[in-house]
């Protein structure tokens, strides 16, 4: 079993939809989560991290489960510039040095 | 604006010879990360450093990869020989690990390698 695990999609959405993607980790020792996206042929960049409170940043909303080990990015009012790959990143720290395991990712399309 | 760069952007050789990637991380930054990302596998990690040292290349195949940092502003990543199956998107990624678990890492554009 894989340490986190998407869906690959593709979503594929009209503009202004709202789209929620989930993720799930094994490892319950996970002590930090975030949300990375990547454009075509591009590097990953931090999107926001993911706190159990739950967290919001303007149209993207992060929620964490550590009970059930999963971990949600809701998209609102998508935008043709959403459309990108979304990793699920977990982070373990053990050892004293921290670990960032990388989802495969999700695609998202957003059309107009 | 810092960036974490990397060089060179695109490689393509044959098969048996030695690949050799580089990267400059940001300045101030203490960590440093090779990853490896294909489609089938997505992002792995391959080494990383904390204050040049090595601190886990277990997902480093052994027998021809081998990752360096000779100074601060210099991390290398070389493949002797190459393989066809090393064909993949190689990022470097540095950050600042202040002990915090929201540390955040910086990739770099990646060197996109092709093993003929």
């Known amino acids: 079993r894989k340490e986190v695990e998407q869906d690959p999609g593709p979503f594929n959405v009209p503009e202004g939809a709202t789209v929620a993607f989930n993720c799930t980790y094994s490892n319950s020792a996970s002590q930090s989560f975030f949300w990375y996206r990547q454009d075509c042929r591009k590097e990953p960049k931090l999107l926001m991290s993911?706190?159990?409170s739950g967290n919001e940043d303007g149209r993207f909303t992060a929620q964490l489960n550590r009970a059930s080990q999963y971990i949600s990015l809701l998209i609102r009012d998508s935008k043709l510039s959403d459309s990108a790959t979304y990793l699920c990143?977990?982070?373990?720290?053990?050892?004293?040095?921290?670990?960032?395991?990388f989802g495969t990712g999700t695609r998202l399309l957003v059309s107009p | 604006d810092a960036r974490v760069t990397q060089t060179p952007r695109h490689k393509v050789t044959e098969m048996g010879q030695e690949v050799t990637m580089r990267c400059q991380p940001i300045?101030?930054?203490?960590?440093v990360f090779w990853y490896r990302q294909t489609m089938m596998q997505g992002l792995e990690l391959l080494a990383y450093f904390r204050n040049r040292a090595p601190l886990d290349d277990s997902g480093m195949p052994k027998d021809r990869f081998s990752a360096e940092m000779p100074d601060a502003t210099l991390a290398t990543l070389k493949i002797q020989p190459s393989e066809p199956r090393d064909s993949a998107v190689y990022f470097c990624a540095s950050g600042l690990d202040a002990g915090f678990l929201t540390d955040t890492q910086y990739f770099g554009p990646g060197t996109r390698l092709t093993v003929l």
């Open positions: 300045l101030g930054h203490n960590t």
């Open positions: 993911v706190y159990s």
């Open positions: 990143v977990v982070n373990l720290r053990n050892t004293g040095f921290q670990k960032l395991v």
